[in-house]
């Protein structure tokens, strides 16, 4: 016995097996991937002249007074990257973790007999409050 399957229909137990999901939002990966690449980049930059000061300070003495300046501020842009990083993946991840309460605006009277009433081919709800009790 044959069973018809639709175009473009994906069986959700195979795709268990391939562990994919599509719960991630996609504008998020996108910036968080962005910041990423900025801060590598800035972490090449850095590296780069570290490497630079090192070599110009064992052949020569002199010079590296220029490389340091825009090593250290490269170093705060790096640092300044990465707290904005560790502050959106932060307020993304606990916003969505847990549910919010919120209290009752207004006093509604919720304590009572409701009675569904058809009337012309319409239903109406009827409320009546049950008496207050002492």
């Known amino acids: 016995m044959s069973m018809a399957v639709k175009p473009g229909y994906i069986n959700p137990l195979t795709m268990m097996g391939h562990k994919k999901t599509g719960l991630t939002p996609a504008v998020h990966t996108q910036q968080e991937s962005k910041q990423k690449d900025d801060v590598k980049d800035l972490e090449t930059k850095q590296q780069g002249l570290q490497n630079q000061i090192l070599l110009m300070k064992s052949t020569t003495s002199t010079g590296t007074e220029e490389m340091e300046?825009?090593?250290?501020?490269?170093?705060?842009?790096?640092?300044?990257?990465?707290?904005?990083?560790?502050?959106?993946?932060?307020?993304?991840?606990?916003?969505?973790?847990f549910d919010?309460?919120?209290t009752a605006r207004e006093e509604a009277d919720s304590f009572g007999l409701y009675e569904i009433q058809q009337d012309e081919g319409e239903y109406k709800v009827s409320f009546s409050p049950y008496p207050d009790q002492p």
Request: charged share 30%.
């Open 100 to 102: 919010s309460y919120e």
């Open 69 to 97: 300046q825009k090593l250290e501020e490269i170093t705060t842009e790096l640092k300044a990257a990465k707290s904005q990083t560790v502050q959106t993946a932060d307020s993304l991840s606990m916003s969505k973790r």
